[in-house]
């Protein structure tokens, strides 16, 4: 995929959208050097495993789950927070493979998911018009801290290699083994139907490894514990991605390596150049601009990317974007991202999967219905209705199998934090918890977009999970799940 007339840094002869106007120039400039001195946070190796992976995905093998924050914090970088997160993906991904029977590719928006886009470069507080907060790694939510610092990406690379030592601790020691899924979080699920599911799921699960310790497929050391000694096994450690949005494209350009291909085999070997900041990273909405930098610098890299998909992009527009960022129609390559709102999806994505098709172009279809129904309460909360989300995401399930076609992943925004008495978020309206715009204060955390609570969370697990084993089985009639969360419409 080296492309001669590439470089990391080409992209600095397109315009750029959504960039940060940095005072002191050359402050940023010594800041990038640092970086780009320092190691590497993901290895060439673990990205093509993830290629190779997404191309499972493209093929109807597996089911991506891309899940986390909208944007972390700094602060929220504790040993609390992020076994909180990634004990939400290990249940949701869980709930998945027991009722879909397919592997999950999971990829976290974790590690470096700090910057976020704005709509306007300032915004008025208190009668006062101050530059918008950018993200941690650009500047502070307090509005006297809205200076950009070029330090603020230092930081931001130290605390994604805490973040990410403390997630492969976590699951290279046994936190992911099947043995015993009820670590995981479940003891906070306070809704009763899914709690009853859960335990169901769990049951089934020490039922299966059971009998395989019957018979011995287990007699050997890992069936022990980690921690006494125990090896690691199938069972006990899985694959694990991060991800952000390629936001902030000096940040990128200063964690691109080239290096050999990892696995080419060719002779001499070839070269490729990595964003060693992220296994996966993916363009906005707001610059996926044809003859913009982004898209010139996504180009060159060997990462599977991720492109977002609205109703403002025509299909025509798609296709030469596949072309731009995949011209040899690489598997594995590239993955669409769907975004459009519960009340227009019906209007652009059969287009675009028909579009798509006719081209031969290899992507992985992923569903985000957070970001196309985001609404104000009457409180003056940024909220999204659950019933909301999950009508655009069966909706898409529907439209992909209407136009032959299937839908390959789900992309959330969601947060596995409790508070000090063991309470989830509340920050979307509805789902099992029956969550009212009068308790959205109750707990609201996010300093960005809302995202769904443990529980409303295993609600859309428990829903997909739902419809994957009613068609594995052959099963025909309404969705109980979709029905008991105030569905109207049967996937």
């Known amino acids: 995929m080296a492309n001669s007339n590439w470089y990391p840094s080409s992209w600095k002869s397109r315009s750029a959208a959504q960039m940060v106007d940095y005072p002191d120039q050359q402050h940023l400039q010594r800041v990038l050097t640092k970086i780009n001195a320092l190691p590497p946070l993901v290895t060439p190796a673990e990205i093509e495993r993830l290629r190779f992976q997404i191309t499972a995905v493209q093929r109807n ?6 899940a986390g924050d909208c944007a972390e914090s700094f602060d929220a970088c504790t040993q609390q927070n992020i076994s909180a997160k990634i004990g939400l993906i290990l249940s949701f991904s869980l709930i998945l493979i027991w009722g879909g029977r397919l592997p ?3 990829i976290g928006r974790i590690a470096g998911q700090y910057a976020k886009p704005r709509s ?8 006062r018009e101050v530059l918008s907060f950018r993200g941690d790694n650009v500047n502070g939510l307090d509005p006297n801290d809205r200076t950009p610092d070029p330090e603020r990406l230092l930081s931001a690379y ?9 997630v492969r601790g976590l699951l290279t020691s046994g936190f992911a083994s099947l043995h015993h899924p009820r670590d995981w979080s479940l003891s906070h699920v306070r809704s009763p139907a899914l709690r009853s599911e859960f335990e169901k799921i769990t049951r089934g699960l020490s039922d299966a490894l059971d009998f395989s310790h019957t018979i011995g497929a287990d007699s050997g050391r890992e069936s022990a514990p980690f921690d006494r000694g125990g090896g690691r096994g199938v069972l006990g450690e899985i694959d694990f991605y991060t991800s952000h949005e390629g936001l902030m494209l000096d940040w990128e350009q ?4 080239e290096v050999n291909i990892a696995g080419s085999g060719s002779s001499p070997q070839e070269k490729g150049f990595y964003n060693t900041s992220a ?15 982004h898209i010139e610098y996504f180009r060159g890299i060997r990462n599977p990317i991720g492109i977002k998909v609205g109703p403002s992009l025509e299909s025509a527009e798609l296709i030469r974007l596949l072309q731009t960022v995949n011209p040899n129609k690489e598997s594995g390559r590239v993955t669409l991202i769907t975004r459009y709102g519960a009340g227009k999806i019906w209007d652009h994505l059969p287009g675009h999967i028909e579009a798509v098709k006719h081209s031969q172009h290899p992507v992985a279809w992923v569903c985000d219905p957070m970001h196309g129904n985001t609404l104000t309460s009457s409180s003056g909360f940024k909220t999204r209705n659950f019933g909301t989300i999950i009508s655009e995401l069966t909706s898409c399930i529907s439209i992909h199998t209407a136009c032959g076609s299937r839908l390959g992943g789900v992309s959330l925004e969601f947060t596995g934090e409790l508070n000090d008495e063991g309470f989830s978020v509340t920050e979307c309206l509805g789902g099992s918890m029956e969550l009212s715009e009068e308790q959205l204060g109750l707990r609201y955390q996010s300093f960005c977009d809302p995202r769904l609570n443990f529980e409303q969370s295993l609600d859309v697990a428990f829903l997909i999970s739902n419809y994957f084993k009613e068609e594995r089985l052959g099963d025909e009639g309404e969705n109980s799940i979709y029905a008991a969360l105030g569905g109207r419409r049967t996937i």
């Not at 130290?158 to 403390?166: D, E, G, M, V």
């Not at 200063?254 to 390596?257: F, G, I, L």
């Not at 296994?279 to 930098?293: E, K, N, P, S």
């Open 120 to 127: 306007s470069g300032t915004e008025t507080i208190d009668n």
């Open 254 to 257: 200063a964690m691109t390596r």
């Open 104 to 106: 999950v590719v999971r």
């Open 279 to 293: 296994h996966f990273i993916w363009v906005g909405d707001r610059t996926r601009q044809l003859d913009g930098a």
């Open 158 to 166: 130290f605390h994604s290699t805490a973040t990410l030592n403390y």
């Open 61 to 66: 093998e597996a089911f991506l789950l891309h």
